[in-house]
Each structure stands twice: as structure tokens, then as C-alpha cells.
């Protein structure tokens, strides 16, 4: 008899809520639920599966009823964000990935990169008025930003360089000073 793994049981288990949130049908009416729906719209199938790649539980009986709750403790670790290997250079690397390609895309200008990576047109200024050496700057100092006092949803948005708000893009210009 096969026994699943916790890593392919999260997998799959991310798979479907994925899928679920690519197909717009409507979710729970929990706020968590929605949340955890709209993060999982914006990543891609290879994302997912990096996600569930953990070897802890990411839907325990504690968590089933708060979706966000799985997520927040998936992102904030170091193991997820350095694609379950833990390196830094890992962690630099999805990085480089995520926000060097969006602030090229972003100095190119323009609302069709707003619509395209699914950013709102403050954060696209934002990456607009950065000059390389910043970005440079936040990659090499991404190694640390699971320590950063903010909630470890930022770390997620900041690794993939999506909507940031207003606190996170004031913290993020904090760290470029």
C-alpha cells in the first residue's frame, strides 16, 4: 500500500485550492480563505509545487479553518524562500528572478506593465524611481528579510514583487537609505 508524503500531500493540497483560485469560482466568505485565494491567483503551477515542497504539514487540523494561518507560516521560512534548501544564494536567486525582471519590465514604463504584472501603477513609480543600485541593494539584503518586523505576508509580496502598500514600500525605501 502507497502512503502519501507530507510533501506530496501539500503539494497536492495547494494544487487544488490553486486551481480553484485560477478558476474564480467563488470561495469561503472567510476573510483568511479569500486572502489565501487571491496570493495563490498570482503564482504559477512551479511556484505551487516550491510552496508544498516542505516537510511540515501546511493544512494541520489547526490551520484548515484559517487558510492564511498555512500560508503565513509557509512563507516565513527560510526554507521556502530559499526553495527548501535554506542557502542564501538560493534566496538571492529567486529574488533576482522576481524583482530585477519587474524593475526592468517597470523602467521600460507605461500602463501595459501594470496590467501585466498585476501591479498597482504606485508600486510600478516605485520600481520606476529606483535606480539599479537599490535593487541591487534589496536582493542582496532579501537574505535577511525574514527578520524584518513585518508580517511575514510582506516577505511573500516582497519576493515576488507584488503589491506592495504603502507601509511596505515605506519600509523598503527605509532599506535602500
Known amino acids: 500500500m502507497y502512503v502519501c508524503s507530507v510533501r506530496e500531500e501539500n503539494i497536492s493540497l495547494l494544487r487544488q485550492r490553486w486551481q480553484i483560485a485560477k478558476s474564480g469560482l467563488p470561495v469561503s466568505n472567510e476573510k483568511a480563505e479569500v486572502e489565501l485565494a487571491e496570493i495563490l491567483q498570482a503564482l504559477t503551477e512551479r511556484e505551487v509545487e516550491r510552496a508544498g515542497d516542505v516537510e511540515f504539514p501546511l493544512f494541520k487540523p489547526s490551520m484548515t479553518d484559517g487558510g492564511m494561518d498555512a500560508l503565513v507560516e509557509m ?103
Open 75 to 177: 512563507v516565513s521560512t527560510s526554507d521556502f524562500l530559499g526553495n527548501c534548501s535554506g542557502t542564501e544564494r538560493a534566496i538571492q536567486k529567486m529574488n533576482e528572478e522576481h524583482f530585477l525582471n519587474r524593475w526592468r519590465m517597470c523602467q521600460a514604463g507605461g500602463t501595459r506593465e501594470e496590467i501585466f504584472l498585476g501591479m498597482p501603477a504606485a508600486t510600478i513609480a516605485w520600481f520606476q524611481k529606483c535606480s539599479f543600485a537599490h535593487i541591487r541593494a534589496i536582493i542582496k539584503y532579501v537574505g535577511n528579510l525574514t527578520t524584518l518586523a513585518v508580517n511575514p505576508k510582506y516577505v511573500y509580496m516582497a519576493g515576488k514583487g507584488l503589491h506592495l502598500s504603502e507601509r511596505s514600500r515605506r519600509s523598503m525605501l527605509i532599506l535602500m537609505s
